[in-house]
DNA sequence: TCGCACATGTAACGCGTTACATGATTAC
DNA sequence: GTAATCATGTAACGCGTTACATGTGCGA
């Protein structure tokens, strides 16, 4: 027990909500969908599968499609039911660890100019994370499912967040005096 | 090995780059600047310390405060040393698992106003963390630290964050019909 | 005197990542 | 032919949390 309830196991749940699909194509699509704010890694998607067919949550039908071997999964309504379930409850929170912030915190130990060329690195990859958010937030605009508002709004989210990170930056590099040489 | 740069290790190092402290007190430190973004359990910090005794990075000192026990741990040169090369290290990526954007995406499952009421939720709990940051934000305001600075900008990173966030709420909510009866 | 904060530690457990192992198919 | 992608799975390891265990000192 427990696994039963676990976050990776409603994670999977979910995805199968959306379509019924093989272990490998649900880690792809967590990879271009979720990845954000969760992913899985092989280690854990193929024996949590195991596990929750063991339990009747999903059903797996083996395909193969042109000789190559694939398993199927598929939500069963006990699995639709625990999903539901877990969704109704309040979330806790997350344990967040940044290490990035971590290091910011305990900046005055180096020299300046190791912060700001870590918080330009960190300005830079937000930067590439914002322009994919967008991309992603246009083809979700073009897609007619009963799931795209929430996709949406979680993509916004990545968007709200990312642009404040950004805004961020520009202040604190903004009131630090650039490359002072000694 | 590992251990020693361990990211609890460092963690632990900072703290004690501010002052000498006992392993209760890195703990409580922790609780009221970093927990937005860092914390250890006493499972992880008690170990910790005493491995990092063991490699010398840091020292301790048997202390007999009004009879209470007491063991004062201080950052040796090595373990000052150990630090310095860490902060400058470029910090990876954090694995970070959202629970409550997880739920959101999966949205469509669900009755819109389960939704409604997780992101009412989730609304009241940044007001009050943006709250506390505020206050924070003046705690640190009159110190008079070199570590201040730093302080400061995680600390405004966090209130940049929480307003993000408050605004994609306003955001969301309003778009979204209230309470549709059926 | 009772409960809370101070104070230190250990053990068990669960979760998640990484590396390993295998093999088919497709595109170049 | 060879590299990348599709595809599934196992094993070992490390990390972190929770619960357990113990005891002091202070304030109401």
Chains 1, 2 share one sequence.
């Not at 967040?96 to 305990?106: A, D, S, T």
Request: aromatic content about 8%.
């Amino acid at each position: 027990m427990g696994r039963k309830t676990s976050k990776s196991s409603m994670a999977i749940l979910g995805m199968l909500s959306i379509e019924p699909m093989s272990a490998y194509a649900i880690g792809k699509v967590m990879q271009q969908s979720t990845a954000a704010f969760w992913a899985e890694s092989d280690g854990q998607l193929y024996p949590a599968l195991k596990q929750l067919e063991k339990e009747g949550l999903v059903r797996s039908k083996k395909i193969a499609y042109s000789t190559r071997r694939k398993k199927l999964y598929t939500l069963s309504t006990k699995g639709k039911d625990t999903l539901k379930k877990w969704l109704a409850e309040e979330s806790q929170k997350n344990s967040i660890r940044n290490e990035f912030l971590l290091k910011l915190f305990f900046g005055a130990n180096v020299q300046r100019d190791i912060i700001v060329s870590h918080i330009k690195k960190f300005q830079d990859n937000v930067t590439q994370q914002l322009e994919l958010l967008k991309v992603q937030e246009e083809v979700i605009r073009t897609k007619d499912s009963e799931h795209a508002p929430y996709w949406l709004y979680s993509i916004q989210y990545g968007i709200q967040i990312a642009k404040a990170k950004l805004q961020w930056c520009r202040q604190v590099l903004e009131n630090s005096p650039k490359e002072v040489k000694k």
